[in-house]
């Protein structure tokens, strides 16, 4: 991934950075935005010119398709800053390709590459004082395409818009974790959309969340549509289940999101000599083995939290509790894994990005 940047960026700088009433200490996840966005409309057949303007509202017709027919992708990734204020980000690549295959699957334009990174690292580049340095500090960027060609006609648009959007974020605690195994709900079907990161995955899931919620459950572990006896993901991570001293997760699929940090918790497992299998997981494995004391964690991964340990489950009018640890996977793959991403520890993998000074 070596480019040279050709792209033709139309930028508009803010008057004066808003960066000086922000209080980073004290970030919720994903309410503040930095001072500029990125955005770049799809029209007559190709991508236009690549626009980074002061952060705002966007005007779009009502009757846009992105409201009707709800033609939307996004991506989440994270750029942090090293000792000497380099910025990087932790494998870039892979979120380019899956916006691809998210577009495709949602009958929607690519983004070529060069336009997706000379467009961010352009756009890095500009809201670089908003990457802070303290242990845990990142710049979540949220890059995402909207159908936008006007009309209520059932079809796909023929006009888009793509943009990037960049938040401030602290490291995450999500608070005690405790999940509700799906046995009546279904995030995703085979031959469906489980695998695209697109919009409506996410809005199908909170009615369902709410009720778990409700029931004392943050947050719920999706099954197979059709047994509710597999266990998936988590919706917004990826999960991993420890026996013994064996960490296993579900293997991807068109109903699974083929995460990020899912994959580098895999690699990392090899690596340090953690015994891993991808495989399928039945409900009645995990039960038995919570019921057997040989259960030892449970854990999502994702972008924004990285590793989020689980403490406890429900299934079908029973909970189970997960055994508190002196030292857990869990801290081992998140430190491993921040390590790497702020550069404090070797990236033999190669999946640090060294964002261009442009
Ligand atoms: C984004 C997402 C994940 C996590 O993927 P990462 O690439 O690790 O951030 C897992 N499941 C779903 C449904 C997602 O949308």
């Not at 509202?57 to 033609?71: N, R």
């Not at 899931?205 to 409700?214: D, H, M, R």
């Not at 997981?281 to 924004?304: C, D, P």
């Amino acid at each position: 991934m070596i480019l040279d940047k050709t792209t033709e960026i139309d930028i508009q700088k803010v008057t004066e950075s808003k960066i000086s009433q922000i209080d980073f200490s004290n970030l919720a996840f994903g309410n503040v935005f930095t001072d500029h966005m990125l955005e770049c409309d799809y029209k007559d057949g190709k991508w236009q010119t690549i626009k980074i303007r002061p952060y705002g509202p966007i005007t779009l017709d009502p009757s846009a398709k992105v409201f009707h027919y709800g033609q939307a992708i996004f991506e989440g990734m994270k750029a942090y800053k090293d000792d000497i204020d380099q910025i990087w980000m932790f494998r870039p690549d892979e979120n380019q390709k899956r916006l691809n295959k998210s577009a495709v699957r949602l009958e929607m334009p690519e983004f070529p590459e060069s336009l997706f990174f000379d467009g961010l690292e352009t756009l890095l580049n500009i809201e670089k004082d908003w990457i802070q340095k303290e242990e845990g500090s990142s710049l979540y960027i949220r890059p995402f395409v909207i159908a936008t060609e006007a009309g209520v006609s059932a079809n796909p648009a023929k006009e888009y818009k793509f943009m990037i959007l960049c938040s401030p974020a602290q490291s995450y605690y999500s608070g005690e974790v405790r999940v509700l195994f799906a046995d009546t709900y279904s995030r995703s079907a085979s031959g469906g959309v489980g695998f695209a990161k697109c919009a409506g995955n996410y809005a199908g899931q909170f009615y369902p969340t709410k009720l778990a919620n409700e029931a004392g459950y943050q947050q719920v572990v999706w099954t197979d549509a059709s047994t509710h006896e597999n266990l998936e993901e988590a919706g917004t991570m990826n999960v991993f289940f420890r026996i013994g001293d064996k960490i296993i997760t579900a293997p991807t699929s068109d109903r699974i999101l083929d995460g990020v940090t899912r994959k580098s918790v895999l690699t990392l497992a090899e690596d340090l000599g953690i015994e891993a299998e991808v495989r399928n997981i039945s409900v009645y494995e995990i039960e038995e083995a919570a019921k057997n004391g040989t259960l030892q964690e449970m854990f999502g991964a994702g972008t924004a939290a990285v590793i989020n340990p689980i403490l406890g489950f429900h299934f079908r009018g029973n909970d189970y509790e997960l055994p508190k640890l002196e030292s857990t996977y869990a801290d081992l793959f998140k430190d491993k894994i921040t390590s790497i991403q702020t550069k404090k520890a070797e990236d033999k993998f190669g999946w640090t990005y060294k964002v261009r000074t442009l």
